[in-house]
């Protein structure tokens, strides 16, 4: 049996289960656009899943780990996979602090402070998404820029103020 088709290496749809909880609007509002931006570009495919995809992937937060469900288009699950999220804290937080330094720099500080803040942003996040795919080495392949929308969605699904 050869290997799955790299066309349907992908994700096609994203859920978070009732365990995430509602949050206000506005975050309500970010982790709609972490999926669509996710759904929307991606590559991802299980490790051992000869039958290939494409996948749907179903998130949820159970005693602070993560929980990706990962079925076929059909439905059929394929496997799930439970991260802890405790890796995450620092990179989260210091993200967090970082994002709001930005956003306060945007109403007063000069063009060069906002890009050296920006640039301390994206390399954080870089840095989660780095951590991000090694955790999930051995488990499923996604590449770095999948990684990166996924660390999206982790982010804004700590930010509903846990």
Avoid at 96 to 105: D, H
Avoid at 109 to 115: K, L
Avoid at 125 to 148: C, P
């Amino acid at each position: 049996m050869g290997a799955p088709d790299p066309g349907k290496a992908r994700l096609i749809d994203v859920e978070l289960d009732e365990t995430i909880g509602r949050a206000p609007p506005d975050i309500e509002h970010e982790r709609a656009v972490a999926i669509f931006d996710l759904v929307e570009e991606n590559s991802f495919c299980p490790l051992g899943d000869e039958a290939g995809g494409p996948y749907k992937l179903r998130i949820s937060l159970v005693e602070k780990r993560l929980v990706l469900r990962i079925a076929r288009e059909s439905d059929e699950e394929v496997v799930t996979h439970i991260l802890s999220l405790s890796p995450f804290k620092r990179i989260v937080r210091d993200y967090f602090m970082i994002c709001e330094s930005y956003y306060q720099a945007i109403r007063s500080a000069s063009p060069s402070q906002i890009e050296a803040i920006d640039m301390g942003r994206r390399g954080l996040h870089n840095e989660g998404s780095q951590l991000l795919q090694d955790r999930l080495k051995g488990k499923i392949e996604l590449d770095f820029d999948t990684a990166r929308r996924l660390f999206t969605l982790v982010c804004v699904l700590h930010w509903r103020g846990s």
